[in-house]
Each structure stands twice: as structure tokens, then as C-alpha cells.
């Protein structure tokens, strides 16, 4: 009796309580227990390369109706009867690891290759033939063909000097041609080369790297991805070519001109392999944000799995009110796209937009918040002052700075657990922004930066926070160094690529997504492999934002429609891309401050309206050909109303108690 009065609560009421607990832990267990269903695959449709998508006028996405679309969901929901179904945010999975290669047979490998010296090479004619690094990556080789005259060659042979350099038994390859490809990086000077498999009795199969009946559109000075499965090149293949026996891989010059050819492999497709589509934009910025999610809902009539959005360090964590004139915050947004089964992908810039466009209202907002959640760092002014206009962002985090507001995101972050959100970190580190890469002695300071954020999310708990580095195409070292040598080796889950097309900013309008992507991604494959040698603690790649504007020699129309096909096709070793579409071309005014980024932002406007650059049967073929991935979606638990009474009446009762009752705060 006298423990019960010490506690003050009956064995009758504790057996109750227990009970309930019981019933409370068992609801939240079938809410744990949702399971992936892997998408279906079809074989891989035969790559041709060129193929354009029908003529006309894309028509604008339309997106679902999804009811309570810009309210708050509802906690409880009647259906009428004996029971309440109780709407719990989504339970998410991370985004898919799968690559999109099961295995690579290499025939030239780039990284750690077994060719490290072309006298292994069958050479015919006079001019130079050499392996040589990458510009970059150093540990990364290319072979190097200078050719004089047509007719000159060199052989990679599947033996050399009682070595096996390949395997020559391809006979698995063609007996299941779906799911098999030969795939290479190449640049060069114009259609000039062949790609010749040679047989043990001498038969060829023979194909141009690019032009007519190649592989590639045109061979450029650009890195590309070439990718050929092998139910095309059966229909290359001469009557009785043997597969079994393949005695050579030979490229053979059609006219003079010099070429670089890496990563020359064989790939097995992986039927686990998911490609998730995101949304990458604005739509969530400013009040009324809400209003503007039917864009998750469905875009060119494809659900998409993540949505990107943009905040500040100066930003609110957790917006109070839907209708504050905010640029952004974390917690709101995130929660709102968990709602929809959407992963969330947050990128938080350490710029101020108050600062930009000069909001005075704003700016003494961002003040008082930012030096009350920064308490004991540094100040508001300070920061902007002596760090964000300066270009120092990476040193003031070095610097231990910005630690308190750290650890205020990363507990604020934490609670959106355990639902995976991802953070781009420092994302575009380049001179356009005030955390940019701009000299070689940055890199250090980028990796520390990074190392120092990711362990204060640690110690805070918050797992469920995976860190996203965004890179782009751009050089900031030219071919003295690259910033592809800043990827940490701890605290990363994706790397990921943003990249545009456009005839004002970049001029680069010409290029196609090949041409664009290829360096980079391959740079990127090839340095995740040296820093995470164990292919299970590897980052996956991803492409994040991205806008085409069509060329002098194709509409954008086919610019996209290309793209979508190296998606298709598998040419990049990529399981994420998202669609940038509230950007447009037109003229922007510039804003005079400091950490303002003209270069960045350029000839580019903002609009609310989706630019549709994907035709609804390219997206139904990626989906049917490949796989889109989606996060888990399970049906809601439904309790019986004596259920649904008790669970309230508990969290009220232990909220209660545990303010009053020292029994209860035990951990």
C-alpha cells in the first residue's frame, strides 16, 4: 500500500495504463511496418541515339486533384462508422542506392585498370598511341590516339603476353541482350572513328563511334557517354560471329584526327535499379507556398518522389504562420512534403535574400533572429560584414561561428525523424556564392567545413539527416586542379550535378545534356571510387537542378528529349534526377550587394509556371524501361473508437503527470 501511495496511482489504473501502452505500441508498429515494393522491369529498349520525340506542342502538366490540398491535414478522420483512421505523416524511404549497374567487365578500365602501358596494344600504322592521366583525376587514365591517315588502328586484345586483359567469352552477353551494353567515354575530333569486335575466326562487327549509324550523335571535343546494349550490336553482327570467342576490341581512324577514349566496359544492368524523379525549384519560396503544392503531385503526369527547396541559414527554422512574407524555412516545408509522400532535399544557403534585394523590414528581422538562435557565435552583422560579403563562409564555420545556430537546425531537423530529409550542404561551390571553391587551397577548407557541420548533427542526433553536395560543370581550376578532390570522405550520402544550357549566361547553348554532364559525372564516379573504395559505403550520384534552352542545331524540345534518353538508356551512373522548371529566360535586374551573384543568377526569371519539358510517352517509356522510383506509401492505421479515446485520454494523462509526477521522466 505504501508504494501505491508513494506513486499515487492504484494497481487497478497502472494495469490500465500498461494496457494502453501496449495498444499504442502496437498501432505505432503497423505504422512502422510499411514495405517497399520494387517497380516492375522490362528489357532495356535497344539504345538509338538521334531518335526524336513526335512533332507538335507539349502540353502543360496537369496535375492531380488531391483534396485539402493548401490546408494542414487533418489529425483525425471520421468514416462514418465504428472506427477512426488516424492520418500520420508518411513514413519515407531514403532515396534509392541502387547504381544502375549491377557489375562492370572492364575492357579498358580507367581506375585501377590492368592496361597501364599500350605495348599490350595490336598497333597498326605510324602515329602516336599513349595512355595518360586525367587531368584531374589523377589516379584515372584515357588512351590517347593521335591519328595521321585513315586505316591506322590499335587493338585491345583479350589476351597479351599469357594475360588475360578481358574476359573473350561474350556469349552470356547476347544470350541475354536486354540486360547487357558495351558503354565508354570518348571525345574527339569529329566522325572519324570505328568501334571493330574481332572474333577468333576474324569476322568483324563494326560500328562508328558517332554520325550516321553510331552510337553518338556527332563525336565532339566533349566528354560523352556512349552506350550500345547488345541487342543492337547483334544486329551489327556478321552471319556466325562468335560470341564465345572474342579476340580484340579495335578502334580504327576513318580520316585523320586525334581521339580519347576511357572506361571502355561491358555493364550488367541491375533489376533492382529505380531512377527517382524529383522537383527542383522555387514553388515553395514566399508566402502562399502551400498553394503551390499540386506541383508534387503529379508533373508531365508522373508523381514525383523528392522536392528540393530553397532556405537560409537567416531563415526561420519552423515558420509560424503560412502568410509570414518568409523566403523559406525547414520544418514547415518538409512536413508538408512528407505529407505527400515526397522526400524532402533542403538546400540552406548562408546568403541573405533581405540583404539582396535591399529589405530593411527583413534585414532587422533576420537580425534579431539570427543573433538570438546564434547566442554566444558570432553576430549578425558580423557575419554579413566580415564573412558572407567577403566570400568567407567557409571560414567562419572552420571557425566554430555559426555552431549555435547549427545545433538549433540540426535539434529542429532531428524531429522530423526518422523519416530521411536531405540537406544540400554548401551546394554550388563556386565563385558565385560566398562559400565558393575559388583557389586549390579552398578544398581543404571545404572538407573541414563539411566534417565540422556533420558532426554537430551527429552529436545532435539527427541520423536522418543525409548531406547532399551539389557540384556543376563549371572549372574554378581550369586543368590545374578540380573541386571534385573536395568530396569529403565521412558525413555524404549524394553527390549530386546541377547543370544549364543557355545562350546568354553560359553560351553553352549548343551543348547537349551529353556534352554537358559526362566530364563531371565521370569525374565524380571516379573520385567517390578512390575516396569510398567499398562499393556498400559509396554515395550514390544524382542530377539536381537542370534547365535546357535548345541550341543553334536543335529545339529544346530535342535537347530534353535526348536527355530523357541517356536516362532511359542508363548512359550515367546516376539513381536521382529532378526537374528544374520555374526558371525561363529574360532579363533579370541586377541588385547592387555584396553577396548578390550575378553570374549565378544571370538571364534567368523566376515564374510559378511549370516550363513541361518532358512529353508524357518519354516519361511512361523511362517509367516502364527503367523504373520510377516512390517513397513508401502505406494505407493509414485505422483504431476503434475505444481506441482512439484512450490514446487521447493517455497523452493528455502522462503529458500531465510527467509535469507533476517525478515517477514518470525516466528515459
Known amino acids: 500500500m505504501r508504494h501505491r501511495e508513494q506513486f499515487g496511482l492504484s494497481v487497478p489504473v497502472l494495469t490500465c495504463i500498461l494496457l494502453c501502452i501496449f495498444t499504442m505500441q502496437a498501432a505505432h508498429a503497423d505504422q512502422k511496418a510499411a514495405l517497399r515494393t520494387p517497380g516492375r522491369h522490362m528489357a532495356m529498349p535497344v539504345y538509338r541515339p538521334g531518335s526524336h520525340p513526335p512533332a507538335g506542342q507539349i502540353a502543360p502538366p496537369t496535375p492531380a486533384a488531391l483534396p485539402g490540398l493548401g490546408q494542414e491535414a487533418p489529425t483525425l478522420a471520421d468514416d462514418g462508422d465504428k472506427t477512426l483512421a488516424v492520418n500520420c505523416p508518411a513514413k519515407l524511404d531514403s532515396i534509392p542506392a541502387e547504381s544502375p549497374y549491377a557489375e562492370r567487365t572492364g575492357i579498358f578500365d580507367s581506375i585501377d585498370g590492368a592496361i597501364q602501358d599500350t605495348g599490350l596494344f595490336l598497333k597498326d600504322g605510324e602515329y602516336e598511341l599513349a595512355i595518360v592521366p586525367d587531368e584531374h583525376i589523377g589516379q584515372a587514365s584515357w588512351i590517347k590516339a593521335d591519328f595521321t591517315a585513315a586505316g591506322q588502328s590499335f587493338t585491345i586484345p583479350s589476351q597479351a603476353a599469357g594475360t588475360a586483359l578481358f574476359d573473350a567469352d561474350w556469349s552470356g552477353f547476347i544470350d541475354n541482350p536486354g540486360d547487357y551494353a558495351l558503354r565508354f567515354i570518348s571525345l574527339g575530333a569529329g566522325n572519324t572513328f570505328d568501334i571493330v569486335i574481332v572474333d577468333g575466326s576474324g569476322k568483324e562487327l563494326r560500328f562508328p563511334i558517332a554520325g550516321d549509324g553510331g552510337i553518338l550523335g556527332a563525336n565532339t571535343g566533349k566528354n560523352q557517354t556512349a552506350i550500345a546494349g547488345f541487342d543492337w550490336l547483334a544486329s551489327k553482327a556478321p552471319g556466325g560471329f562468335d560470341w564465345s570467342d572474342i579476340r580484340g576490341v579495335k578502334i580504327e581512324a576513318t580520316q585523320p584526327g586525334w581521339l580519347l577514349i576511357g572506361d571502355l566496359q561491358v555493364v550488367a544492368f541491375n533489376e533492382d535499379y529505380d531512377v527517382a524523379m524529383g ?275 536543335f529545339t529544346k524540345e530535342q ?52 516550363e513541361a519539358p518532358w512529353y508524357p510517352d518519354l516519361m511512361k517509356d523511362l517509367k516502364s524501361g527503367v523504373g520510377l522510383w516512390q517513397p513508401d506509401k502505406k494505407p493509414p492505421t485505422v483504431l476503434h473508437r475505444w481506441q482512439t479515446f484512450i490514446h487521447r485520454w493517455l497523452e493528455q494523462f502522462l503529458r500531465l503527470t510527467r509535469s507533476h509526477n517525478p515517477w514518470f521522466n525516466f528515459r
Not at 524532402?344 to 535574400?353: D, G, I, N, Y
Not at 546568354?504 to 569510398?532: C, G, V
Open 279 to 553: 522537383v527542383a525549384g522555387h514553388d515553395l519560396q514566399g508566402p502562399g507556398w502551400r498553394r503551390r503544392l499540386d506541383n508534387y503531385v503529379s508533373y508531365a503526369g508522373q508523381k514525383p518522389s523528392v522536392g528540393t527547396y530553397f532556405t537560409t541559414i537567416f531563415e526561420p527554422i519552423r515558420e509560424k504562420c503560412d502568410g509570414d512574407d518568409h523566403y523559406s524555412d525547414i520544418v514547415e516545408r518538409a512536413e508538408a512534403l512528407e505529407r505527400l509522400d515526397v522526400v524532402p532535399a533542403v538546400t540552406l544557403e548562408f546568403r541573405s535574400w533581405a540583404q539582396i534585394t535591399g529589405d530593411q523590414e527583413k534585414i532587422a528581422a533576420e537580425r534579431t533572429r539570427f543573433d538570438s538562435l546564434n547566442a554566444g557565435g558570432i553576430s549578425y552583422d558580423d557575419f554579413i560584414n566580415d564573412y558572407v560579403n567577403l566570400n568567407r563562409v567557409l571560414d567562419a564555420v572552420n571557425e566554430g561561428k555559426l555552431d549555435p545556430i547549427l545545433q538549433a537546425v540540426a535539434r529542429q531537423m532531428k524531429q522530423l525523424g526518422p523519416e530521411p530529409v536531405y540537406l544540400r550542404l554548401f551546394h554550388e561551390p563556386y565563385w558565385w556564392f560566398p562559400w565558393g571553391i575559388r583557389e586549390q587551397s579552398d578544398i581543404q577548407k571545404f572538407k573541414d567545413a563539411w566534417v565540422r557541420v556533420g558532426q554537430i548533427f551527429e552529436n545532435a542526433g539527427a541520423d536522418n539527416v543525409k548531406f547532399v553536395m551539389t557540384l556543376d560543370p563549371a572549372e574554378p581550376g581550369g586543368s590545374s586542379w578540380s573541386e571534385v578532390a573536395a568530396i569529403p570522405a565521412k558525413y555524404l550520402s549524394v553527390v549530386e550535378l546541377d547543370g544549364y544550357t543557355d545562350p546568354n549566361l553560359r553560351q553553352n547553348q549548343n551543348l547537349s545534356a551529353n556534352e554537358l554532364f559526362t566530364k563531371k559525372l565521370t569525374e565524380i564516379d571516379w573520385q567517390l571510387k578512390l575516396t569510398y573504395p567499398d562499393p556498400a559505403d559509396r554515395p550514390t550520384i544524382a542530377l539536381g537542378e537542370f534547365a535546357f534552352s535548345g541550341g543553334d542545331y
Open 559 to 610: 535537347a530534353y528529349s535526348w536527355f530523357a534518353g541517356d536516362l532511359m538508356h542508363r548512359a550515367f551512373p546516376v539513381n536521382r534526377f529532378s526537374v528544374l522548371y520555374t526558371y525561363q529566360a529574360g532579363p533579370r535586374p541586377a541588385v547592387d550587394a555584396l553577396n548578390y551573384s550575378p553570374p549565378q543568377e544571370g538571364y534567368w526569371s523566376a515564374t510559378w509556371q511549370p
